[in-house]
């Protein structure tokens, strides 16, 4: 399916999403579902907490005296509740949305991760039995369940319990990544025949606007990049998973003033002390640069004047914006995080666990770097993938098809 095509033809449909974080500045899944399916005419609610920052979010810090309220992003409304309860920042549950569920009147209820006011979904899904309820799932084995609490009580009991009583309602639960599906299927007992995984795809409509920014020559001069150059691309949220500093010492021992390494983001408060050592590490190569915390168009504007995107460890969004944008890839395997299933067309050079050191990606790059054929190469392969398994113009369709609304 090209990346021209649109999604599928039904009347507008009304859609509430159910999400813990929701931040209209990011590029998360939310964030692209949201502004996808109000591209093509269904109007969209979020229900989400209150948190604003996603350094918090991640680190458990939530703010229990920040109020609720409900505002516009474009033309979704975004309804921020207070938790009625959170249990150590594992176990939470919002205020009731029944009232919310009763006004809006959904046609499709879409739940991210398992949450506990999804059986305040299933008790409106009885009362209207032509709404449908999906979901999408992003824990794995190396993201959660790490200690025997965790995997046994947190996951195997008490959410396992909460998604049970769910199952019946959901049409379709969509993981993000494989490792997601082996991890509901051996932890939560969840059929492989109820899943799908839809990958988290990238916003391919501002990528091509990005593309096509005045701001691109300006970026070029700020890293010095040339046509006789290359620029090497990796980033968010800079912290030791990441592994960050494996790509500064094998870009720094490459010893070459054609190279440019750019690292975008930043760290948490806990992780401010791995930030400095990397720019430590940096101080010393004027080719290596910091360039901060960006928007989704910085992002993206970054990505369009990168030649090669690599990340050392750690999956995260930016991997697949980075094929989008038909970058070559080179990336870290840590476990239960494969990006192979989007290695279609021999964009993506993925080292093993156990190959994961500065050695292995200076290797690597020394290969590429010089290998203008591979890079246009892999550069092309990483297009075909984009349209095919990135492109959410498409991805939607595999979400709103659960919907009886399609049929009518």
Request: include cysteine.
């Amino acid at each position: 399916m090209s990346s021209t095509s649109k999604a599928l033809p039904t009347r507008p449909m009304k859609i509430i999403m159910l999400c813990d974080f929701y931040n209209e500045n990011l590029e998360y899944q939310e964030n692209l579902l949201t502004k996808y399916y109000t591209k093509y005419g269904h109007d969209v609610t979020v229900i989400c907490s209150t948190y604003e920052s996603v350094f918090d979010y991640y680190s458990g810090k939530h703010n229990k005296n920040i109020p609720a309220k409900t505002y516009y992003d474009g033309k979704a409304k975004i309804i921020k509740l207070r938790y009625s309860w959170n249990i150590m920042n594992k176990l939470r549950r919002y205020t009731s949305i029944k009232r919310i569920l009763e006004q809006e009147k959904p046609d499709l209820i879409y739940v991210h991760d398992v949450m506990f006011n999804m059986l305040e979904a299933t008790s409106y899904m009885k009362k209207h039995p032509s709404v449908r309820m999906i979901m999408d799932y992003h824990a794995d084995y190396s993201n959660s369940a790490r200690n025997w609490l965790s995997l046994k009580v947190l996951h195997g009991l008490l959410r396992k319990w909460c998604l049970d009583k769910a199952r019946p309602y959901i049409s379709c639960i969509f993981p993000i990544v494989p490792g997601s599906k082996k991890f509901l299927h051996e932890v939560y007992k969840v059929p492989l025949s109820e899943m799908e995984v839809l990958p988290l795809g990238a916003d391919v409509d501002l990528g091509r606007l990005a593309r096509q920014s005045l701001n691109l020559a300006n970026l070029r001069k700020a890293y010095n990049h040339t046509k006789d150059t290359k620029l090497i691309f990796t980033g968010g949220k800079l912290e030791p998973r990441k592994q960050t500093e494996l790509l500064i010492d094998a870009v720094d021992s490459l010893r070459r003033n054609d190279v440019r390494l750019v690292i975008i983001g930043q760290s948490a408060q806990d992780d401010k002390g791995y930030y400095q050592m990397l720019k430590n590490k940096a101080k010393d190569n004027p080719y290596i640069y910091f360039a901060g915390w960006q928007d989704k168009v910085g992002v993206y504007e970054h990505l369009a004047i990168a030649d090669i995107a690599v990340f050392p460890a750690s999956q995260s969004i930016l991997w697949q914006q980075a094929i989008s944008m038909g970058l070559p890839l080179v990336c870290g395997n840590t476990g239960e995080q494969s990006i192979e299933y989007l290695n279609l067309h021999g964009n993506i050079v993925i080292h093993q666990a156990k190959e994961i050191s500065v050695d292995s990606y200076r290797h690597s790059l020394e290969k590429l770097l010089d290998d203008e054929t591979a890079l246009k190469r892999m550069g092309e392969g990483a297009k075909k993938v984009s349209e095919t398994s990135l492109d959410w113009n498409n991805l939607i369709n595999r979400t709103l098809r659960y919907n009886t609304a399609l049929e009518k």
